[in-house]
């Protein structure tokens, strides 16, 4: 039968300087729950303890609606100060761009100010991959390019991706920087496919763009599957993942990294045992027919 490769032990991102490992843990829900800077660097360790080594937040992250934004990076910035470091073991991602109530602003003036304060939030001097979370449609590219340009060379960012990008915002920001795009992180699961079939995977391999897959699980719906569709995306997993003696969710992490763009799936958890359990998938190797059945399960009618 024919077999999928495994993901490399180590991914570059993009055409940067930077390389993590091939699967990340990410942050949005980090600062939901009243955590304390112990409770948070118990997950950032269970993180790296798992050779996890992209780290992803946002400065969005923790706010509620009314109160809250920049919590998630706080609270990072104060695990880091605690413990200095752990700064060098993990690729430091986050987003900027989303502002309520606004609700997109990639106005220059509003992004350097953006990237300033997430460096001072993170008690960081650089952040290694930072990203546009959400298209600011009224904001020209070439402007947004020459501000991300000004802030790469200032040394206050390594690397560049954009999220929830359509394909051809992704071109044009691209078109205009002088450093390349280096990521895209749109949302990927064996639940939510459009990009494996819409050409944004196709479009980030032409580009020598990496993928990071936000939501791999659903949200958690593949773990807790309710309507009908989600149950038979399930079961598919379920039937390649029995026989190996591994979890539905991480049948669904070593899906996503099967594919040949080198998508790296944000694990999403906020439990340790659960991260640890994440970076198992690594080695779980994939059918062309069992991975397929997982895509024509989410199609939810037969290829061609
Ligand atoms: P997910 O992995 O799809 O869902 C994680 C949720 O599933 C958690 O609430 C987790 O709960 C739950 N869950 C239930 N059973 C689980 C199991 N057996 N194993 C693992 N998780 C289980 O990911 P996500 O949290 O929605 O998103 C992942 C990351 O993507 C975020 O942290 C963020 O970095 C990124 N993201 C980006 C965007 C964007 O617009 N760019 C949007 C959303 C997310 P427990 O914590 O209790 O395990």
Not at 213 to 242: C, H, K, N
Request: net charge negative; with cysteine; proline share 7%.
């Amino acid at each position: 039968m024919s077999v999928l490769p495994l993901p490399p032990a180590i991914r570059r991102l993009g055409v940067s300087v930077l390389s993590t490992s091939p699967i990340a843990w990410g942050m949005w829900r980090l600062a939901d729950e009243a955590r304390s800077v112990a409770e948070a660097a118990r997950l950032v360790h269970a993180a790296l303890d798992a050779g996890i080594t992209l780290l992803d937040t946002a400065d969005i992250y923790g706010f509620d609606g009314t109160a809250g934004f920049g919590d998630a990076e706080a609270l990072l910035g104060q695990v880091l100060h605690a413990e200095p470091g752990l700064r060098d073991r993990f690729v430091l991602a986050t987003k900027g761009g989303i502002l309520p109530p606004v609700p997109y602003d990639q106005s220059p003036a509003y992004l350097d100010a953006a990237i300033d304060a997430s460096l001072r939030r993170l008690g960081v001097d650089c952040i290694d991959l930072w990203q546009i979370h959400r298209p600011d449609i009224l904001a020209h590219p070439q402007e947004v390019a020459r501000t991300l340009d000004a802030a790469f060379a200032a040394g206050k960012i390594r690397a560049l991706g954009v999220s929830n990008f359509t394909m051809a915002q992704t071109a044009a920001l691209n078109h205009f920087l002088d450093i390349d795009l280096a990521t895209t992180q749109p949302e990927i699961s064996p639940l939510r496919i459009d990009c494996l079939e819409n050409g944004e995977m196709d479009q980030a391999m032409m580009l020598g763009l990496t993928p990071l897959a936000w939501s791999p699980l659903g949200g958690g719906r593949l773990a807790d599957p309710q309507r009908p569709r989600d149950i038979a995306v399930a079961a598919a997993l379920d039937a390649f993942a029995a026989p190996l003696g591994i979890s539905r969710t991480v049948a669904a992490y070593s899906w996503l990294m099967a594919h040949p763009a080198g998508i790296i799936p944000i694990v999403g958890s906020q439990n340790p045992a659960r991260i640890a359990e994440a970076a198992s998938a690594l080695t779980v190797q994939w059918t062309r027919t069992h991975w397929y059945a997982v895509l024509v399960a989410a199609r939810g009618v037969a290829l061609p």
